[in-house]
């Protein structure tokens, strides 16, 4: 089973909003990664957990907030979003930390009016 | 220059024609790559990877890597409708906390 789920499937927020992305996997593996894909692009990298801990974070504004609250689960707050953050939101899980084959959920639509 | 070139396309094909897609790219480092297909509004589905130099073939998709010419292609024999998507590429060299490089993508789209 190669499945990463992600809740929810779509998500409209105004931008005085707090709310929360989750994503889930059951394939035991330790590093998980959220990125951001806006319309007829690739997908660019926001965060890195490695077993839990946070790796890496790509100078992502400090609205979004990450969390991991254990190996099978990875979040992603949002506080005072702006429009332009309207985008599709992927979850992403690799067995370790050479990243070479990760697997992708289906994402979260966000729309920020 | 960008580490990674794809041509977005868009690439129209009949049903069962041959399709190649290819990507280049700069860093000699990259020793894993990869093809995800995406169909719209959806999350990247990983089709194949490649460590290295070589080809590597799964029922009608082939995967070439020539890390001499910093050069990979995918393959898609008997093409179909359902093959409609964008295809991209993604590598990475093989060291903790680097990020996987994606191309554009390119959209193909194959009509019965």
């Known amino acids: 089973d190669t499945e990463v789920t992600q809740t929810p499937k779509h998500l409209v927020m105004g931008m005085t909003n707090k709310k929360s992305l989750k994503c889930e996997q059951h394939m035991g593996h330790r590093a998980m990664y959220w990125y951001k894909q806006k319309a007829k692009k690739p997908p660019e990298l926001m965060f890195v957990?490695?077993?839990?801990?946070?790796?890496i974070n790509e100078s992502v504004p400090s609205r979004f907030s990450p969390e991991c609250p254990n190996s099978s689960l990875l979040n992603l707050h949002l506080h005072a979003l702006q429009p332009e953050d309207s985008a599709l939101y992927l979850c992403?899980?690799?067995?370790?930390?050479?990243?070479?084959?990760?697997?992708f959920g289906p994402g979260t639509r966000l729309l920020v009016l | 220059q960008k580490e990674v070139e794809q041509d977005p396309g868009p690439l129209s094909v009949p049903e069962g024609a041959i399709v190649s897609l290819n990507c280049t790219y700069s860093n000699s480092a990259f020793q894993y790559f990869m093809w995800y297909r995406q169909y719209s509004r959806k999350g990247p589905e990983l089709l194949m990877y490649?460590?290295?130099?070589g080809n590597k073939e799964d029922g009608r998709f082939t995967a070439q890597v020539d890390k001499s010419s910093k050069y990979i292609s995918l393959f898609i024999r008997d093409s179909q409708p359902s093959d409609s998507a964008t295809y991209l590429c993604a590598m990475t060299p093989n060291q903790a906390g680097t990020a996987l490089i994606f191309g554009k993508g390119t959209t193909l789209s194959v009509s019965s």
């Open positions: 957990y490695s077993y839990e801990k946070l790796s």
């Open positions: 992403a899980s690799s067995q370790g930390v050479v990243r070479e084959t990760q697997y």
């Open positions: 490649t460590y290295s130099s």
